[in-house]
């Protein structure tokens, strides 16, 4: 069982950056992990993704530029650093944990993905 909490999110105003954190517990070596976003009367994306060493990673394009994504392995956690934000990038957040055997690279379907988050709100205004 791996239990996820996000935290960093909040209201900005476009242009502003904000860091998403992600703290989990359980099993989490070898495993990829990722940050998606659902906007109000959308469907859940993936934003971000990371394999387990960090050394692959993947960005949708509407993020490419603004958004890094990292993992410190020796505190399990994954972070999600958003700079020049827009009003577009308004969203719930959410972090997750790939299934095992999914580590060597990035997976950005949703379905690669077993543990979630709760989520943490990110609202940018222009």
């Known amino acids: 069982q791996v239990q996820l909490v996000e935290s960093g999110g909040g209201l900005v105003q476009a242009g502003d950056s904000l860091r998403l954190s992600c703290a989990a517990s359980g099993r989490t070596t070898g495993r990829a992990m990722a940050w998606f976003r659902q906007a109000p009367g959308k469907e859940r994306e993936s934003v971000a993704t990371i394999n387990w060493s960090g050394s692959s990673t993947y960005y949708a394009d509407s993020v490419k530029g603004r958004f890094t994504i990292s993992r410190d392995n020796a505190k399990n956690t994954v972070y999600l650093q958003m700079n020049s934000l827009k009003p577009e990038d308004t969203a719930v957040y959410y972090c997750?944990?790939?299934?095992?055997?999914?580590?060597?690279?990035?997976?950005?379907?949703?379905?690669?993905?077993?543990?979630w988050g709760q989520g943490t709100q990110v609202t940018v205004s222009s």
């Open positions: 997750a944990v790939a299934k095992p055997g999914y580590g060597s690279r990035w997976y950005s379907d949703s379905g690669d993905y077993s543990y």
